[in-house]
């Protein structure tokens, strides 16, 4: 209520401050630059608290009202880098992955010790679910976490888990097989599941601890866009150095780390929106698409041509975002579709969206019928009707 009372006292000096005793034009030249500065602090004054739709508020109100005074520019400056959620806007992403990730533990937790019958995993998809969903519900109600710490949190869980993946088979760690007369048990199905169980619980382990501090939501898409286009280099670099099998994985992988690592701590630098992230990688992500659509055309020989037409497209897309953006980073401040995907269809159009990698699982058939294998996927396009 008191914060509510200054935002109040705040707008109305300078609703008043027009109409003070000094003469009309001082008032006129004086007055409304003043009023634009003393929002201006105020904004900040929340911010700082962490009262970011405050502070929102504020800085497009002075925008709005004082449109040509220096205080609206750096307005419009704050206002593209700060955070956009509210308090507990992130429950709902929170929510949902924190479902899913149950789901997953419920069948990850089973295979990881090689349970053969298929009770456990029904009953694990029974109990993981709920689970999962009361415990993200509990978490988002206590702590008001914004979509910055949510993302943090589904981020470090889920990258997590692929790290897992990605390290078993590249230091190659197995367990010793059992062989009947027909078929091996004790593959290397158990030990996937366990690095995935392991990774998956140290990265939600370290995402909670970094979102004990405010996250903007730039910050978190950043991260999110740097571990996807630097698992994407990695790939791309991998081939063009001749790596192949373990070693092109580990080099996805260190890739990922490194734009992950480089982001998550240079996104802040950088100021930019959640949106004008969306666009640059939407941008270079056709320059990607680009660069395959020659590749088709071409149909070169030499697998390395084949990868470096779209590295070179994808990162001149990139760039082709980044200065398309620059000159007005508040004009991307868009609202979040929740589309769930890189591209999607919601309320009657299309929008761009940010792609999350996510735990799975794949159905493939086996020795003894249908088995379930973990793996990770990304959502592309998803369409709500």
Known sequence: MNRLALLAVAVLSAGISFQSV???EVSAQVA???SAAVLLEAARSFADEGNHDVA??????????????????????ALAGAPRGSAGSGATELQVWSTMYGLFLGVAIPGALGVDDSEPYGLGLLLGGPAGFITGRTVARRTDISVGQARAVTLGGTWG????????????????LHCDIDYCSGSDGEETFAAM??????GVTTGALLARRPISDG??????????????????????????????????????????ASLAFGADELGWSRSRWRVVSIAGVLGGLG????????????????????LATSLVGIGLGIR???????????????????????DGGFHIGEPVLAPTLLPLDGPRGTEWKPALGVTLFRAVF
Request: aromatic content about 8%; proline content about 5%.
């Open 56 to 77: 929102r508020a504020l800085y497009r109100y002075v925008i709005e009202r004082f449109p040509g005074s220096a205080a609206a520019e750096e307005a419009r400056v």
């Open 324 to 346: 398309t953006t620059r000159n007005d980073p508040g004009a991307y401040e868009i609202a979040d579709p929740g589309v769930g995907g890189l591209f999607g269809y919601r």
């Open 22 to 24: 000094a003469p009309a």
């Open 219 to 260: 910050t978190a898409a950043g991260a999110n866009f740097g571990a996807l286009w630097g698992s994407w280099a990695g790939v791309a670099v991998g081939v063009l150095a001749d790596l192949e099998d373990d070693a092109l994985l580990g080099a996805a992988l260190i890739g990922g780390n490194a734009g992950l």
């Open 197 to 202: 169980v392991i990774g998956s619980a140290v």
């Open 32 to 34: 409304p630059a003043d």
């Open 161 to 176: 888990a692929w790290q897992g993946f990605g390290w078993r088979e590249v230091l190659d760690i197995e367990a010793d």
């Open 291 to 310: 660069g395959l659509g020659i590749d088709l055309l071409v149909q070169p020989n030499d697998e390395k041509v084949a990868v470096a037409i779209p």
